[in-house]
């Protein structure tokens, strides 16, 4: 059974930061692209940042900068580390891992079930 579950949200002031966790469980973490997303009611979840397996790392516009994702193969977890945290930044995060095959086809998809962050102004 695949588990994706987060940690490390919770409510800060702007300019501050958190470090959220994803720990994965039933999957080969290694083969698996992890990412991060955020979801504010009533608008679509978005990508926040991605990495893949070969560690190569990619960031929303907003968070360039400010965010930092990275992973740790032998602890199977996914981290995203939030610094100069806005008000803007208010969201569900979600964690994604997502397995693909040698020719790109998408052989996996999953999700964890949250965690909220607050940024208060």
């Known amino acids: 059974q695949v588990q994706l579950v987060e940690s490390g949200g919770g409510l800060v002031q702007a300019g501050g930061s958190l470090r959220l966790s994803c720990a994965a469980s039933g999957i080969i973490f290694s083969i698996n692209d992890m990412s991060w997303y955020r979801q504010v009611p009533g608008k679509q979840r978005e990508l926040v940042a991605h990495i893949t397996t070969g560690g190569s790392t990619n960031y929303e516009d907003s968070v360039k900068g400010r965010f930092t994702i990275s992973r740790d193969n032998v602890k199977n977890t996914a981290y995203l580390q939030m610094n100069s945290l806005k008000p803007e930044d208010t969201a569900v995060y979600y964690c994604?891992?997502?397995?693909?095959?040698?020719?790109?086809?998408?052989?996996?998809?999953?999700w964890g079930q949250g965690t909220q962050v607050t940024v208060s102004s």
């Open positions: 994604n891992a997502a397995e693909y095959s040698d020719a790109g086809i998408l052989r996996g998809d999953y």
